[in-house]
Nanobody, 124 residues
Framework: VQLQASGGGLVQAGGSLRLSCAASGRTFSTYAMGWFRQAPGKEREFVATISRSGGTTGYADSVKGRFTISRDNAKNTVYLQMNNIKPEDTAVYYC??????????????????WGQGTQVTVSS
């Protein structure tokens, strides 16, 4: 599967942004999906994950209550709604797909395919 992330940009603190990740192919619904981010000089970290059906989600503590992951299997797209954005949310955001069984994972190694990333910059 090929993933294309979009929707990043420059936003003021407290604002909102919605990231999208479009997947190629007809098997999108067989993948659990995740969002990760990487700030300059830091390791890539987990942000959010969603199960194949969309019925189960998980979030990093740092974004819980502010970010919402969702998916539309008919459109082969996963979203990350980002509200009340903070300067520390500045990073390149990556979407990823996992074809492993079990609940959606927060571990980088559980994901098999990665998108190219989209930059989110938050001004204070």
């Amino acid at each position: 599967v090929q993933l294309q992330a979009s929707g990043g940009g420059l936003v003021q603190a407290g604002g909102s942004l919605r990231l999208s990740c479009a997947a190629s192919g007809r098997t999108f619904s067989t993948y659990a999906m995740g969002w990760f981010r990487q700030a300059p000089g830091k390791e890539r970290e987990f942000v959010a994950t969603i199960s194949r059906s969309g019925g189960t989600t998980g979030y990093a503590d740092s974004v819980k209550g502010r970010f919402t992951i969702s998916r539309d299997n008919a459109k082969n797209t996963v979203y990350l709604q980002m509200n009340n954005i903070k300067p520390e949310d500045t990073a390149v955001y990556y979407c990823a797909a996992s074809n492993r069984y079990g609940p959606p994972s927060s571990l980088l190694g559980s994901y098999d395919y990665w998108g190219q990333g989209t930059q989110v910059t938050v001004s204070s």
